[in-house]
Nanobody
């Protein structure tokens, strides 16, 4: 199983980023998927979850209305569109399936002016 996150970077407050998670080694379309983030000195938290078909999505309150999770089961890829970014969104972002498997390296998102 391999999960490879990409798309992070440095962005100004109010800006946007699109994260990607390339999955391999398992039947991607059979699993619900989740984005997590871990800020410095804090525990890893769940940010957004999407069902295996993409028909349902759930968000933590702090990102509702700003982030959108999606997936392309033909490309075995998970996405997180992040708009109206805030300084408190700064973290390393990870993806994982449900139930979880080994973690990828994550992608750093830094929101700063």
């Amino acid at each position: 199983v391999q999960l490879v996150e990409s798309g992070g970077g440095l962005v100004q407050p109010g800006g946007s980023l699109r994260l990607s998670c390339a999955a391999s080694g398992f039947t991607f379309s059979s699993y619900d998927m989740r984005w997590y983030r871990q800020a410095p000195g804090k525990e890893r938290e769940a940010v957004a979850t999407i069902s295996s078909t993409g028909g349902s999505a759930y968000y933590t309150d702090s990102v509702k209305g700003r982030f959108t999770i999606s997936r392309d089961n033909t490309r075995n890829t998970l996405y997180l569109q992040m708009n109206s970014l805030k300084a408190e969104d700064t973290a390393v972002y990870y993806c994982n399936r449900l139930p979880g498997t080994n973690w990828g390296q994550g992608t750093q998102v830094t929101v700063s002016s």
